[in-house]
């Protein structure tokens, strides 16, 4: 690492604007608001703060390790891993990993965003290390980097998948379903009775990927019943993995039921029925449901409707009523009316299909072909911020 002479207030803004823009691509990057160029613009200035950074030399990683030692928070984090990642320097990564272990998960997760940043070359010396480590925490990091990376470990991900440790079991389980490693499918299936909700769910995910749905779905559906912060997910996996009409019905059922109403109205655009658009603009109208309608209606068009006035940021737009909701944006149901009826779905816009239609479709595509990897759709258009 090299020292150079910095201007300490340009350096230092490096450091915030990196972890301000990873947290934003981190709430973004499967959602439904922005696209693979929205993505990619966040991503062309991400990449120009951490190249500053490292331009920076010995100046950039201390102000990175200054940022975090202010603020230790999941974004600094990250920033501190990628710079130390870049710079291939195992003191520097090995301070970046210690000083995340007072995050627990959330600084896994850094971590992990930065090794996805971080190109193989540089990650070759760590990975290997990180797999044969005692550290629960260190084989997490070496199973992310074959996450992000789509690198198949061969034999050594039979141990891993019947790990000691439920997070590192939940991430080889989650790669061995992306791989298509059949091979390791009775460890697989033995995780559907892991000890956590995220590791049963893990262990259906891939189970659904290996072509084994129907012994995930009691699991799935349990879930849906039982684990409300995992309800969306399991519902997503359920509809994508049983026949239409099936699928219909169990959806049906789940939207009785108090609980799961607003989780399995943001789930009804999977099937792509434009019939339902009327029925998501009546509950647009109702407090609780309004923000899951307005998802539903998200998957079920290929519209930027952040060029519409369709949806506002300001809940107070909507009434008295709405007033005390955050989440945002929501739709308006006055406005939708009047675009469904006059346009019938915005005919004549470019076509765009959100992140989280990329997600979807990667999803259906792998469960159609059970020895197809599973596709990376974060790829993402490196369009200059400026355009």
């Known amino acids: 690492m090299h020292r150079i002479v910095t201007i300490a207030a340009i350096v230092d803004q490096h450091s915030e604007d990196a972890a301000f823009l990873w947290l934003r691509r981190r709430r973004e990057i499967d959602g439904p608001i922005l696209d693979e160029t929205d993505i990619g613009r966040i991503d062309q200035r991400l990449e ?7 331009a920076a030399g010995e100046a950039g990683w201390e102000s990175a390790q200054a940022r975090f030692a202010d603020y230790a928070e999941p974004g600094e984090l990250f920033v501190l891993g990628t710079v130390a990642m870049r710079w291939s320097d195992a003191k520097l990564v ?46 997490c990091l070496g199973l992310a980097a074959l996450w992000h990376h789509r690198i198949d470990p061969g034999p050594r991900l039979q141990d891993l998948v019947s790990h000691s440790d439920a997070a590192v079991r939940r991430r080889a389980v989650r790669l061995a379903g992306g791989l298509r490693r059949r091979d390791v499918l009775p460890a697989v299936l033995a995780g559907l009775d892991g000890e956590t909700a995220k590791e049963r ?32 997910a399991a519902i997503e996996m359920r509809l994508l993995t049983t026949p239409p ?21 943001a789930s009804i655009g999977l099937f792509g029925d434009l019939s339902v658009v009327p029925w998501l603009i009546e ?53 939708v009316a009047a675009w469904w009826d006059e346009g019938r779905g915005g005919r004549g816009r470019r076509p765009f299909r959100s992140m989280r239609r990329l997600r979807l479709d990667a999803l259906r595509a792998a469960i159609a072909a059970t020895d197809t990897p599973l596709a990376d759709w974060r790829r993402t258009r490196r369009f200059p911020a400026w355009l």
């Open 94 to 139: 090995t301070f970046a990993i210690d000083a995340g272990a007072s995050l627990g998960e959330a600084g896994v997760s850094s971590l992990s965003a930065a090794i996805a940043r971080t190109p193989r070359e540089n990650l070759r010396p760590l990975v290997a290390q990180w797999l044969d480590a005692r550290d629960a925490r260190l084989r």
């Open 283 to 335: 509950k647009m109208r109702e407090p609780e449901l309004a923000f899951a309608a307005g998802l539903a209606m998200r998957d079920l068009f290929d519209v930027d409707f952040n060029d519409t006035d369709l949806f506002t940021i300001d809940s107070a737009d909507l009434g008295k009523a709405f007033e005390s909701l955050n989440d945002s944006p929501l739709p308006v149901a006055d406005r």
């Open 48 to 54: 120009a703060n951490l190249e500053g950074l490292m």
């Open 201 to 232: 769910l893990a262990a259906a995910f891939a189970a659904c990927l290996l072509g084994e749905a129907r012994s995930a779905h009691p699991v799935i559906d349990k879930i849906v019943l039982t684990e409300t912060d995992q309800a969306e």
């Open 245 to 265: 009409k099936a699928a219909k019905a169990w959806l049906q059922a789940r939207l009785g039921q108090p609980l799961l109403r607003a989780a399995a109205t």
